[in-house]
C-alpha cells in the first residue's frame, strides 16, 4: 500500500529537539506528494560559550542520534534526512562518510546530510567555484570542522564568520539583517560562492535574495540538504523562493 499523502516518497527527518528553524523551512519547499516527518534528538538548551561547550554539545548528540533514527523508521519512512549539519561535517569528509555509513546501517534506508548537499549544491551551481565564504552558528571549533570538510573536497574556505551563538535555542533568534550583513561582510570579488552551515539558522529566504542582487551563488544548508533529498528520490519539482537550486536545477 501506499501512503496516502506520501504517495511519492515519505521523508524521515532527523533534527534537534532545539532547532526550530529545519522544519518550517523543509515544510515550505515540500512538493505535493511528498511528506516530511520529524524525530528529534532530544538535547538540553545546554550554555555555549566556547569551544568546550560545544564539543559537549557534539557529544550529547552523538549519544542520542540513533534513539532518534529508530522512532522514525518506525513511520517506515523510504529516505532519511538530516536537519541538524555540525555532526555531519566533523573530522572532514571521512567522517562525513562513517556518519553517513553508521546511519544507513542503523535506518536501513539511504539519507542526504548536509555536508554532502553542500558539496553537492556547489558542484551543481559552478563548476569553476573553488574560493568559498562560509557562515556557522558556531564556537571556533565547529568553524575548523567546516573548514576542513569543505578542504577535503577540493574548496579554499577564504572567508569564514562564526556567529557563536550562546545556546541551541538562540541560533534560531538570529535575525535576517544579522544574516544579511554577515553576507555583506564576507562578499567580494575573490568570492565564488558564499555557503551557509547550521539547520537552526533560518536563512533560506536570505539567501535566495542574495544570490539574486550578488549574482553568485549562496547556498543555505537547509535548501540544499531538501534540494539534494528530492533530486536523489527522482523528483524534480521546481520550487519558486529559494534561489537557483530549486528552481532551475
Given at each position: 500500500?501506499?501512503?496516502?499523502?506520501?504517495?511519492?516518497?515519505?521523508?524521515?527527518?532527523?533534527?534537534?529537539?532545539?532547532?526550530?528553524?529545519?522544519?518550517?523551512?523543509?515544510?515550505?519547499?515540500?512538493?505535493?506528494?511528498?511528506?516530511?516527518?520529524?524525530?528529534?534528538?532530544?538535547?538540553?538548551?545546554?550554555?555555549?560559550?566556547?569551544?568546550?561547550?560545544?564539543?559537549?554539545?557534539?557529544?550529547?548528540?552523538?549519544?542520542?542520534?540513533?534513539?532518534?533514527?529508530?522512532?522514525?523508521?518506525?513511520?517506515?519512512?523510504?529516505?532519511?534526512?538530516?536537519?541538524?549539519?555540525?555532526?555531519?561535517?566533523?573530522?572532514?569528509?571521512?567522517?562525513?562518510?562513517?556518519?553517513?555509513?553508521?546511519?544507513?546501517?542503523?535506518?536501513?534506508?539511504?539519507?542526504?546530510?548536509?555536508?554532502?548537499?553542500?558539496?553537492?549544491?556547489?558542484?551543481?551551481?559552478?563548476?569553476?567555484?573553488?574560493?568559498?565564504?562560509?557562515?556557522?552558528?558556531?564556537?571556533?571549533?565547529?568553524?575548523?570542522?567546516?573548514?576542513?570538510?569543505?578542504?577535503?573536497?577540493?574548496?579554499?574556505v577564504a572567508k569564514l564568520?562564526?556567529?557563536?551563538?550562546?545556546?541551541?535555542?538562540?541560533?534560531?533568534?538570529?535575525?535576517?539583517?544579522?544574516?544579511?550583513?554577515?553576507?555583506?561582510?564576507?562578499?567580494?570579488?575573490?568570492v565564488d560562492a558564499i555557503?551557509?552551515?547550521?539547520?537552526?539558522?533560518?536563512?533560506?529566504?536570505?539567501?535566495?535574495?542574495?544570490?539574486?542582487?550578488?549574482?553568485?551563488?549562496?547556498?543555505?544548508?537547509?535548501?540544499?540538504?531538501?534540494?539534494?533529498?528530492?533530486?536523489?528520490?527522482?523528483?524534480?519539482?521546481r520550487v519558486q523562493g529559494?534561489?537557483?537550486?530549486?528552481?532551475?536545477?
Amino acid at each position: 500500500m501506499t501512503d496516502s499523502l506520501g504517495w511519492r516518497r515519505k521523508f524521515g527527518v532527523i533534527a534537534p529537539s532545539t532547532n526550530t528553524s529545519v522544519q518550517p523551512e523543509f515544510d515550505a519547499m515540500r512538493p505535493i506528494g511528498v511528506t516530511n516527518h520529524f524525530s528529534r534528538i532530544v538535547i538540553p538548551n545546554m550554555k555555549i560559550a566556547n569551544d568546550e561547550d560545544f564539543n559537549a554539545l557534539i557529544d550529547t548528540i552523538r549519544a542520542t542520534i540513533m534513539e532518534a533514527v529508530d522512532s522514525v523508521m518506525s513511520a517506515e519512512p523510504d529516505y532519511l534526512v538530516m536537519g541538524m549539519s555540525a555532526e555531519t561535517f566533523w573530522d572532514g569528509l571521512e567522517g562525513s562518510v562513517e556518519l553517513q555509513r553508521r546511519i544507513e546501517a542503523r535506518a536501513g534506508v539511504k539519507v542526504a546530510m548536509g555536508s554532502d548537499a553542500c558539496r553537492a549544491a556547489l558542484r551543481t551551481l559552478g563548476p569553476d567555484i573553488c574560493r568559498i565564504a562560509v557562515i556557522t552558528p558556531y564556537q571556533p571549533v565547529g568553524d575548523r570542522q567546516v573548514e576542513r570538510f569543505f578542504n577535503d573536497c577540493g574548496y579554499e574556505v577564504a572567508k569564514l564568520k562564526g556567529l557563536k551563538c550562546e545556546s541551541p535555542v538562540a541560533i534560531a533568534h538570529v535575525e535576517e539583517r544579522t544574516l544579511r550583513d554577515a553576507i555583506i561582510e564576507l562578499n567580494d570579488s575573490s568570492v565564488d560562492a558564499i555557503v551557509q552551515v547550521g539547520t537552526n539558522l533560518a536563512m533560506a529566504r536570505v539567501a535566495a535574495m542574495a544570490e539574486f542582487w550578488l549574482d553568485k551563488p549562496v547556498v543555505a544548508i537547509n535548501t540544499a540538504t531538501y534540494w539534494w533529498a528530492l533530486r536523489q528520490n527522482g523528483i524534480q519539482d521546481r520550487v519558486q523562493g529559494f534561489g537557483a537550486l530549486l528552481e532551475r536545477h
